[in-house]
């Protein structure tokens, strides 16, 4: 009774093993980009609600601003703004930005004053998404 494997049998594994490694390995860069976009994606959302809800919660304004390397959220202190809360931005991930309007003001009400729309563009690779906070304070992501 023989036990073990060949050195043969050993060399024949590692080239199916090699050869399926080379054709999957570019396939996953797509998920890799959807993976980080989407994950820079729910961060800016995320400080968008944040953002409002403090505003609501504490009855002043409050300030998003959404920049490459970090996401701020400042709070209004009698004539300046105070830093409240600061996390990384999408460059973190290795994502791309650009944004029609960096500054957000929410009102103790929630509603942000803006003049229009802020639409944010998240890129990474053939993978992008788009967020738009509408001027009543609506999130949408597509």
Sequence with gaps: MRRGFTLVELAVVLAILAIVTAITLP???GLRD??????AAQGVTTAVAVTRSAAIMQGSRRRLVIARD???IDRWVGDSWAPLE?????DGHGVSLEVSNPVVVFAPTGIP?????TKVVLRRGVRSETITLSRLGRVKRW
């Design 27 to 29: 396939r996953l860069q």
């Design 34 to 39: 959807w993976i980080a976009v989407n994950t």
């Design 70 to 72: 970090s996401l701020r």
């Design 86 to 90: 600061r996390w990384s931005g999408p």
């Design 113 to 117: 004053w803006a003049v229009s729309n």
